[in-house]
């Protein structure tokens, strides 16, 4: 099991920039693909960002494609997510996720989602 705890999210105008981090402890965390979801009010949590446990293959959300950057600091047992150009439909709740089994090609569809954190929110206003 991996416990995680997330930190960075907060209020930044439409365009402005934040920088999400996912501390984590427990179970190996080069061997789990990580993860980004977010929620909002009223809507299902969508898969925003994953990254496999070697940091070789990503996968985003066609809506923050070119804004969002994952990465993942394996010796620091840590996981980012660099977020540019925000835009006020990106306001949610944010979420890291850990899981060690993914099915087919990688994506955050694919990946077995076992573990999650508490999460942090992220504001962007217009």
């Known amino acids: 099991q991996v416990q995680m705890v997330e930190s960075g999210g907060g209020l930044a105008q439409a365009g402005g920039s934040l920088r999400l981090s996912c501390t984590t402890s427990?179970?190996?965390?080069?061997?789990?693909?990580m993860g980004w979801f977010r929620q909002a009010p009223g809507k299902e949590r969508e898969g925003v960002s994953c990254i496999h446990w070697s940091g070789s293959r990503t996968d985003y959300a066609d809506s923050v494609k070119g804004r969002f950057t994952i990465s993942r600091d394996n010796a620091g047992n840590t996981l980012y997510l660099q977020m540019n150009s925000l835009k006020p439909e990106d306001t949610a709740m944010y979420y890291c996720?850990?899981?060690?089994?993914?099915?087919?090609?990688?994506?955050?569809?694919?990946?077995?989602?076992?573990?999650w954190g508490q999460g942090t929110q992220v504001t962007g206003s217009s």
């Open positions: 427990g179970s190996t965390f080069d061997d789990y693909a």
């Open positions: 996720a850990a899981g060690n089994k993914y099915y087919g090609g990688f994506s955050c569809g694919a990946v077995n989602v076992e573990d």
